[in-house]
């Protein structure tokens, strides 16, 4: 299995504003012990930075012994953070003694305003220097971020500028993305492709005649062309977020998490090809049964294999989609040695049924006493009675108290043959 270069660890659910971050606004989520966010760490080795993120993670009154902790657990710990908190040298000398490495702050202008707008504070731009300075007198690295939006993008040469004179080693151009509560806005925010290229490129251009790496991500190739291949760079950082905020995104808001999906799916499948309408059917239902289960536990066992890019994408494995069925990258179907929550191989045709019942009552029985549930979910191709219903005919008797989930067309020609005969079965949805 591929590691991720670096994680992107979610210790504090709050923020200290609302703005355009990738973490949506819940200022009343529940804060996860140190002992928690220690143990969702573990893993997740990276051969690159464990990023202590949120949410904001200086809101910890933990947070020195949580970076000592995942220090001696072999982290390279660094602190993606607004930076409001760290002005002082003194704080950021005591954390670099506890074994933080890096720093990553934002710095969207030079603009004192649109830096502020980005950042939903007033006087965040200030502060912010204020870090990097800091930062830079106790000799811990600097790294920027910037959001790239309709009101900074003519700025990032200036940007690029402005950051290497603060001691920044590396400057990420980053494309506002959906993700969560900040989707509807990310739309309006994000600037247009055509519009943006020759201020990327001269941003990349300024960077390297500064000895700044500058990396532009999540813009296409076709918006950059100029530039070299290595200044693009892809979100390989996998968010890791403990038990208690898993469920800090609201379930009115899940429709955002879903046009997000959506999109990732279609702009990866444009260039690298795959199965696109059959995984855009199923982003719903996919997100409904994370959220209902905890599949860490639960079984999950696809019917139809090709349907499982809204499944990956929810485990963990986002930052494999930019090589979809390439080598390293992430397979277009279910493969085990991807990942745990994969459990078996699977194609185009319908073996999960079979697969879940298991060649005869002794294994059934084995599995039964360490698994909760098996969730089977069905949902392209016709019903053919000989490889479909006989298989549900012997799970029934096999093993009952499982569930079945069907998504099929209204106009299929076996569907009421299925209704009838799924009468013998335990569980429906």
């Given amino acids: ?10 210790v504090h659910g709050a923020r200290r504003q609302t703005g355009h971050h990738d973490w949506p606004h819940v200022n009343n989520a529940p804060t996860p012990s140190l002992d928690a966010v220690v143990a969702a760490a573990r893993p997740h080795p990276t051969a ?8 904001e993670p200086t809101l910890r009154a933990d947070l020195p012994a949580l970076i000592e902790r995942l220090t001696e ?22 954390l670099k003694a506890r074994g933080l490495t890096r720093l990553r702050i934002p710095l969207h202008s030079i603009i004192a305003a649109a830096h502020d707008w980005v950042e939903g504070a007033a006087g965040s731009g200030r502060r912010t ?6 930062a830079q007198a106790v000799g811990i690295p ?27 080693r590396r400057v990420v151009l980053r494309r506002p993305r959906q ?17 943006a290229e020759p201020y990327l490129e001269a941003a990349a251009a300024r960077g390297r005649d500064l000895g700044v790496k500058v990396r532009i991500d999540g813009f296409p190739r ?13 979100d390989r950082e996998l968010w890791v977020v403990p038990n208690a905020l898993a469920a800090v995104l609201p379930i009115d808001r899940l429709d955002d998490l879903a046009a997000e999906i959506r999109q990732a799916i279609c702009e990866q499948v444009r260039v690298s090809g795959g199965h696109l309408a059959p995984n855009l059917g199923v982003v719903e239902l996919t997100i409904a049964m994370h959220y209902v289960f905890d599949f860490a536990h639960d079984r999950l066992l696809l019917d139809v294999g090709h349907q499982c890019y809204p499944h990956k994408l929810l485990t963990g494995r986002h930052h494999m989609l930019g090589k979809l069925r390439q080598r390293g990258g992430m397979a277009g179907f279910p493969e085990p040695n991807e990942s745990p929550f994969d459990l078996f191989s699977v194609g185009h045709a319908g073996p999960a049924i079979s697969t879940a019942v298991g060649p005869g009552p002794r294994p059934l029985a084995a599995i039964n006493a360490t698994r909760r549930e098996a969730i089977r979910l069905r949902q392209q191709g016709t019903l053919v009675p000989d490889n479909f219903f006989g298989r549900i005919q012997h799970s029934t008797i096999q093993w ?5 989930i069907f998504g099929g067309r209204t106009n299929d020609t076996a569907l009421r043959d299925f209704w009838e005969f799924s009468l013998h079965a335990s569980h429906w949805l």
């Fill in 1 to 10: 299995m591929q590691q991720p270069t670096h994680i992107r660890l979610v």
């Fill in 48 to 55: 690159g930075t464990t990023w202590l993120s949120g949410g």
């Fill in 73 to 94: 657990h072999g982290h390279a710990v660094g602190l993606d953070t607004d930076g409001l908190a760290l002005s002082r040298p003194a704080v950021l000398a005591g």
């Fill in 129 to 134: 220097r204020k870090t990097a300075a800091a």
């Fill in 142 to 168: 600097l790294e920027i971020n910037t959001l790239v939006t309709r009101s900074t993008v003519s700025h990032l040469v200036d940007t690029v500028r402005a950051a290497h004179a603060l001691g920044a």
């Fill in 179 to 195: 993700r969560g509560a900040a989707g509807s806005r990310f739309v309006t925010v994000s600037p247009r492709l055509g519009l």
């Fill in 222 to 234: 076709c918006t950059v062309r100029r530039v070299r291949t290595d200044v693009l760079t892809a």
């Fill in 400 to 404: 009952k108290g499982r569930l079945f």
